[in-house]
């Protein structure tokens, strides 16, 4: 069975970093694109990074760029977002979410960042 | 990156059709087929519900179908049901932008 697995959320101060983390089960995790997405507390869905199935390229929405780094490790099957510089307005629920055919058909159960003071 | 336009709310009695409209530019859903659509229930993730403009995963409800017409992509929820209450949100992949998603619609089944 497909899971994925985020962890790493929780409370930071403005200006802080936190790293979130996803773990990839049950699928050839090196053979998928990864994404993030977010949701603001009740607000909607929006795209956050990418990295290819390699790991060779990656991109970001512009709120985020500069700030936040997307990795993975194909060995040991999990995917990476470090977040840096954080404002209050990167509060939100993210979600590793499995992109494929240009759609996101497997999403976690998401990982929950407060910024705030 | 602005977010593409959705109806905040649509609402349609059990049995009855319902369309969700989703418009962008000819950056986006005007330049590629590459819409999708998600429903999401409280507290829960999203879950794809169309692909590629029409095509339906597996185990989705034959009932749901989607379309496109120049910078606007559609759901179409027919024979509607109690279950499916619930947020509904177009994507649009964007080139150099990634993707793109609408603000979400609100469905409430009468």
């Known amino acids: 069975e497909l899971q994925l697995v985020e962890s790493g959320g929780g409370l930071v101060q403005p200006g802080g970093s936190l790293r979130l983390s996803c773990a990839a089960s049950?699928?050839?995790?090196?053979?998928?694109?990864m994404t993030w997405v977010r949701q603001a507390p009740g607000k909607g869905l929006e795209w956050v990074s990418y990295?290819?199935?390699?790991?060779?390229?990656?991109y970001y929405t512009d709120s985020v760029k500069g700030r936040f780094t997307i990795s993975r490790d194909n060995a040991k099957k999990f995917l990476y977002l470090q977040m840096n510089s954080l404002r209050d307005e990167d509060t939100a629920v993210f979600y590793c979410?499995?992109?494929?055919?240009?759609?996101?058909?497997?999403w976690g159960q998401g990982t929950l960042v407060t910024v705030s003071s | 990156q602005s977010a593409l336009t959705q109806p905040a709310s649509v609402s349609g009695s059990p049995g009855q059709s319902i369309t969700i409209s989703c418009t962008g530019t000819?950056?986006?859903?005007?330049?590629?087929?590459?819409v999708s659509w998600y429903q999401q229930n409280p507290g829960k993730a999203p879950k794809l519900m169309i692909y590629?403009?029409?095509k339906r995963p597996s185990g989705v409800s034959y009932r749901f179908s989607g379309s496109k017409s120049g910078n606007t992509a559609s759901l179409t929820i027919s024979g509607l049901q109690a279950e499916d209450e619930a947020d509904y949100y177009c994507?649009?992949?964007?080139?150099?932008?990634?993707?793109?998603f609408g603000g979400g619609t609100k469905l409430t089944v009468l």
């Open positions: 979410v499995r992109e494929t055919l240009y759609s996101f058909a497997s």
């Open positions: 049950g699928f050839t995790f090196s053979g998928y694109s």
């Open positions: 590629e403009v029409n």
């Open positions: 990295i290819s199935s390699s790991g060779s390229s990656m």
């Open positions: 000819s950056s986006d859903i005007g330049n590629y087929n590459f």
């Open positions: 994507c649009s992949y964007a080139g150099d932008l990634g993707w793109l």
